[in-house]
Protein backbone atom coordinates (compact mmCIF):
# COMPACT_ATOMS: atom_id res chain seq x y z
CA UNK A 1 0.00 0.00 0.00
CA UNK A 2 1.72 3.69 -0.97
CA UNK A 3 1.95 5.21 1.92
CA UNK A 4 1.58 8.95 0.53
CA UNK A 5 -1.82 8.99 -0.66
CA UNK A 6 -3.17 12.30 -3.09
CA UNK A 7 -6.39 13.21 -4.15
CA UNK A 8 -7.88 14.36 -6.57
CA UNK A 9 -6.39 12.42 -9.35
CA UNK A 10 -6.77 15.19 -11.27
CA UNK A 11 -8.75 18.44 -11.71
CA UNK A 12 -9.28 20.91 -13.93
CA UNK A 13 -10.33 24.43 -13.33
CA UNK A 14 -10.28 27.91 -15.05
CA UNK A 15 -7.62 30.45 -15.10
CA UNK A 16 -7.98 32.68 -12.02
CA UNK A 17 -9.67 30.40 -9.85
CA UNK A 18 -7.94 28.74 -6.44
CA UNK A 19 -7.53 25.00 -5.90
CA UNK A 20 -6.06 23.12 -3.15
CA UNK A 21 -4.66 19.84 -3.70
CA UNK A 22 -4.59 17.23 -1.22
CA UNK A 23 -2.15 14.51 0.64
CA UNK A 24 -2.50 12.30 2.99
CA UNK A 25 0.79 10.49 4.47
CA UNK A 26 1.04 7.16 6.95
CA UNK A 27 5.17 7.19 6.70
CA UNK A 28 6.66 7.42 10.46
CA UNK A 29 8.90 8.14 11.46
CA UNK A 30 8.52 11.21 9.40
CA UNK A 31 11.02 14.02 9.07
CA UNK A 32 10.20 16.37 5.76
CA UNK A 33 7.10 16.94 3.43
CA UNK A 34 8.17 18.15 -0.03
CA UNK A 35 5.84 19.28 -3.04
CA UNK A 36 7.26 19.00 -6.86
CA UNK A 37 5.73 20.28 -9.50
CA UNK A 38 6.38 18.12 -12.87
CA UNK A 39 5.87 19.89 -16.04
CA UNK A 40 5.02 17.29 -19.55
CA UNK A 41 8.20 15.83 -20.33
CA UNK A 42 10.12 17.67 -17.45
CA UNK A 43 12.03 16.33 -14.43
CA UNK A 44 10.10 17.30 -10.97
CA UNK A 45 11.34 20.66 -9.28
CA UNK A 46 10.85 21.42 -5.40
CA UNK A 47 7.95 23.86 -5.13
CA UNK A 48 7.91 23.62 -0.83
CA UNK A 49 9.81 22.01 1.98
CA UNK A 50 8.24 21.46 5.86
CA UNK A 51 9.65 20.06 8.58
CA UNK A 52 7.69 18.83 11.78
CA UNK A 53 7.55 21.71 13.67
CA UNK A 54 6.25 23.95 10.34
CA UNK A 55 2.75 24.44 9.78
CA UNK A 56 2.45 26.46 6.38
CA UNK A 57 5.19 27.35 3.60
CA UNK A 58 4.92 29.63 0.70
CA UNK A 59 6.38 30.22 -2.70
CA UNK A 60 4.77 32.90 -4.56
CA UNK A 61 1.31 31.65 -5.65
CA UNK A 62 1.74 28.06 -4.04
CA UNK A 63 1.15 27.88 -0.18
CA UNK A 64 1.36 24.07 1.88
CA UNK A 65 -0.14 23.63 4.91
CA UNK A 66 0.81 20.65 7.02
CA UNK A 67 -0.91 18.89 9.65
CA UNK A 68 1.43 16.42 11.67
CA UNK A 69 -0.78 15.45 13.92
CA UNK A 70 -3.51 14.19 11.46
CA UNK A 71 -0.88 13.44 8.84
CA UNK A 72 -2.19 15.32 5.89
CA UNK A 73 -1.18 18.09 3.95
CA UNK A 74 -2.21 20.32 1.12
CA UNK A 75 -1.25 22.95 -1.96
CA UNK A 76 -2.97 25.98 -2.28
CA UNK A 77 -2.64 27.65 -5.81
CA UNK A 78 -3.92 31.21 -6.02
CA UNK A 79 -4.73 32.82 -8.91
CA UNK A 80 -4.22 30.08 -11.25
CA UNK A 81 -2.11 30.48 -14.52
CA UNK A 82 -1.91 28.53 -17.63
CA UNK A 83 1.89 27.60 -16.41
CA UNK A 84 0.26 25.98 -13.59
CA UNK A 85 -0.56 23.07 -15.72
CA UNK A 86 1.18 20.15 -14.48
CA UNK A 87 1.56 17.09 -12.18
CA UNK A 88 2.02 17.93 -8.37
CA UNK A 89 3.53 15.23 -6.37
CA UNK A 90 3.42 14.99 -2.85
CA UNK A 91 6.99 13.45 -1.23
CA UNK A 92 7.27 12.54 2.26
CA UNK A 93 10.82 11.73 3.64
CA UNK A 94 11.33 9.70 6.83
CA UNK A 95 14.89 10.66 7.30
CA UNK A 96 16.74 14.03 7.19
CA UNK A 97 19.17 12.84 4.68
CA UNK A 98 16.58 12.84 2.42
CA UNK A 99 17.48 9.76 0.58
CA UNK A 100 14.60 7.49 1.44
CA UNK A 101 11.41 9.87 -0.21
CA UNK A 102 8.31 8.19 -0.61
CA UNK A 103 6.15 9.22 -3.49
CA UNK A 104 2.69 10.14 -4.09
CA UNK A 105 1.30 9.42 -7.20
CA UNK A 106 0.62 12.89 -7.83
CA UNK A 107 -2.62 15.01 -9.28
CA UNK A 108 -2.89 16.11 -12.79
CA UNK A 109 -4.02 20.04 -12.43
CA UNK A 110 -5.31 21.20 -16.13
CA UNK A 111 -5.63 25.02 -16.21
CA UNK A 112 -7.71 25.98 -18.61
CA UNK A 113 -8.55 29.70 -20.48
CA UNK B 1 24.20 26.78 -14.42
CA UNK B 2 23.81 23.47 -15.80
CA UNK B 3 21.34 21.24 -14.21
CA UNK B 4 21.54 17.65 -14.03
CA UNK B 5 22.11 16.34 -17.48
CA UNK B 6 20.66 12.86 -19.05
CA UNK B 7 21.32 10.89 -22.14
CA UNK B 8 19.39 10.17 -24.37
CA UNK B 9 16.42 12.09 -23.67
CA UNK B 10 14.45 9.10 -26.11
CA UNK B 11 15.24 5.85 -27.02
CA UNK B 12 13.32 2.96 -28.58
CA UNK B 13 14.34 -0.02 -29.14
CA UNK B 14 13.51 -3.95 -29.79
CA UNK B 15 13.33 -6.26 -26.78
CA UNK B 16 16.50 -8.33 -25.99
CA UNK B 17 18.64 -5.49 -26.51
CA UNK B 18 20.68 -3.94 -23.99
CA UNK B 19 20.13 -0.24 -22.85
CA UNK B 20 22.47 2.04 -21.12
CA UNK B 21 20.86 5.19 -19.82
CA UNK B 22 23.26 8.21 -18.80
CA UNK B 23 23.55 10.55 -16.30
CA UNK B 24 26.07 13.79 -15.37
CA UNK B 25 24.91 15.36 -12.07
CA UNK B 26 25.22 18.63 -10.57
CA UNK B 27 28.75 19.14 -10.29
CA UNK B 28 29.57 19.14 -5.84
CA UNK B 29 26.64 17.51 -5.46
CA UNK B 30 27.46 13.79 -3.79
CA UNK B 31 24.41 11.94 -3.64
CA UNK B 32 23.15 11.03 -7.42
CA UNK B 33 19.42 9.01 -7.53
CA UNK B 34 17.98 7.11 -10.72
CA UNK B 35 13.99 6.86 -10.48
CA UNK B 36 11.62 4.82 -13.02
CA UNK B 37 8.61 6.81 -13.18
CA UNK B 38 5.22 5.05 -14.87
CA UNK B 39 1.41 5.81 -15.60
CA UNK B 40 0.60 2.73 -13.01
CA UNK B 41 3.43 2.91 -10.33
CA UNK B 42 4.45 6.66 -10.55
CA UNK B 43 8.29 7.60 -8.97
CA UNK B 44 10.04 4.64 -7.49
CA UNK B 45 13.94 4.67 -6.41
CA UNK B 46 15.75 1.72 -8.10
CA UNK B 47 19.29 2.82 -6.91
CA UNK B 48 21.47 5.56 -5.25
CA UNK B 49 24.96 6.54 -4.57
CA UNK B 50 26.72 8.27 -2.29
CA UNK B 51 30.42 9.41 -2.75
CA UNK B 52 29.97 7.11 -5.72
CA UNK B 53 29.42 4.17 -4.33
CA UNK B 54 26.55 2.49 -4.08
CA UNK B 55 24.07 2.97 -1.03
CA UNK B 56 20.85 1.34 -1.45
CA UNK B 57 19.59 -0.95 -4.79
CA UNK B 58 16.96 -2.37 -3.16
CA UNK B 59 14.77 -0.75 -5.78
CA UNK B 60 16.47 -2.57 -8.75
CA UNK B 61 14.01 -4.54 -9.94
CA UNK B 62 15.97 -7.59 -11.39
CA UNK B 63 19.34 -8.57 -12.34
CA UNK B 64 18.78 -7.31 -15.61
CA UNK B 65 19.23 -3.97 -14.25
CA UNK B 66 22.47 -2.45 -12.94
CA UNK B 67 23.32 1.03 -12.10
CA UNK B 68 27.38 2.39 -12.13
CA UNK B 69 29.45 5.48 -11.23
CA UNK B 70 32.49 5.16 -11.58
CA UNK B 71 33.23 9.04 -10.41
CA UNK B 72 31.61 11.94 -9.58
CA UNK B 73 30.75 13.37 -12.53
CA UNK B 74 28.92 10.76 -14.27
CA UNK B 75 26.14 7.36 -13.88
CA UNK B 76 24.98 4.53 -16.21
CA UNK B 77 21.56 2.55 -15.87
CA UNK B 78 22.05 -0.48 -17.90
CA UNK B 79 18.98 -3.26 -18.88
CA UNK B 80 20.48 -5.98 -20.28
CA UNK B 81 18.24 -7.98 -21.70
CA UNK B 82 16.21 -5.38 -22.11
CA UNK B 83 11.43 -6.52 -21.94
CA UNK B 84 8.76 -4.63 -23.01
CA UNK B 85 8.09 -3.70 -19.45
CA UNK B 86 10.95 -1.91 -19.01
CA UNK B 87 9.32 0.57 -21.03
CA UNK B 88 8.74 4.47 -19.02
CA UNK B 89 10.51 7.06 -17.91
CA UNK B 90 13.91 6.65 -16.30
CA UNK B 91 14.85 10.05 -14.03
CA UNK B 92 18.35 11.26 -12.76
CA UNK B 93 18.56 13.19 -9.76
CA UNK B 94 21.44 14.84 -7.47
CA UNK B 95 21.77 16.25 -4.18
CA UNK B 96 23.95 17.85 -1.72
CA UNK B 97 24.80 16.37 1.26
CA UNK B 98 22.74 17.80 4.23
CA UNK B 99 19.26 16.75 3.51
CA UNK B 100 18.86 19.12 0.39
CA UNK B 101 16.71 19.00 -1.92
CA UNK B 102 17.46 16.74 -5.11
CA UNK B 103 17.71 18.03 -8.85
CA UNK B 104 16.03 16.22 -11.54
CA UNK B 105 17.39 16.03 -14.65
CA UNK B 106 14.53 15.77 -17.77
CA UNK B 107 14.81 11.97 -17.94
CA UNK B 108 15.07 9.44 -20.79
CA UNK B 109 12.00 8.15 -22.75
CA UNK B 110 12.69 4.33 -23.18
CA UNK B 111 10.35 2.42 -25.14
CA UNK B 112 10.89 -1.25 -25.83
CA UNK B 113 9.54 -3.05 -28.44
Known amino acids: KNQVEQSPQSLIILEGKNCTLQ??????????LRWYKQDTGRGPVSLTI?????NTKSNGRYTATLDADTKQSSLHITASQLSDSASYIC????????????FGAGTRLTVKP | DAGVIQSPRHEVTEMGQEVTLRCKPI?????LFWYRQTMMRGLELLIY????????DSGMPEDRFSAKMPNASFSTLKIQPSEPRDSAVYFC???????????FGDGTRLSIL
Open chain 2, 93 to 103: ASSSSGGQPQH
Open chain 1, 23 to 32: CNYTVSPFSN
Open chain 1, 50 to 54: MTFSE
Open chain 1, 91 to 102: VVSPREDNNDMR
Open chain 2, 27 to 31: SGHNS
Open chain 2, 49 to 56: FNNNVPID
